[in-house]
């Protein structure tokens, strides 16, 4: 799924921000587990923060230009603990 996730700092209008945010929502709740392949910090924060929220894993991979990390957030329903968020620790 190709979608532009609103961005703390970044002016967008208002429609543009509730129809991607409606669209990101739709796509997190079903799932078990999300998998976000981005380039920017800006653009994990609310994907990862949704996936908190629904107590959804998330498999972050971040790019950088000579570097890659992978992430994981939160955890499922049949986890004992939770693992932490990149923006909270």
Same mark, same amino acid.
């Given at each position: 799924?190709?979608?532009?996730?609103?961005?703390?700092?970044?002016?967008?209008?208002?429609?543009?921000?509730?129809?991607?945010?409606?669209? @990101? !929502?739709?796509?997190?709740?079903?799932?078990?587990?999300?998998? =976000? $392949?981005?380039?920017? %910090?800006?653009?994990?924060?609310?994907?990862?923060?949704?996936?908190?929220?629904?107590?959804?894993?998330?498999?972050?991979?971040?790019?950088? @230009? !000579?570097?890659?990390?992978?992430?994981?957030?939160?955890?499922? =329903? $049949?986890?004992?603990? %939770?693992?932490?968020?990149?923006?909270?620790?």
């Amino acid at each position: 799924v190709t979608l532009s996730i609103p961005m703390p700092g970044h002016i967008e209008t208002r429609e543009a921000i509730e129809t991607s945010v409606n669209a @990101l !929502d739709q796509l997190m709740q079903p799932c078990d587990v999300a998998f =976000l $392949l981005t380039d920017t %910090r800006e653009s994990r924060w609310l994907p990862t923060l949704m996936a908190a929220t629904y107590g959804k894993t998330m498999i972050n991979a971040a790019l950088g @230009l !000579d570097s890659w990390l992978v992430m994981r957030h939160g955890g499922g =329903l $049949l986890e004992r603990r %939770r693992f932490g968020c990149y923006f909270c620790n």
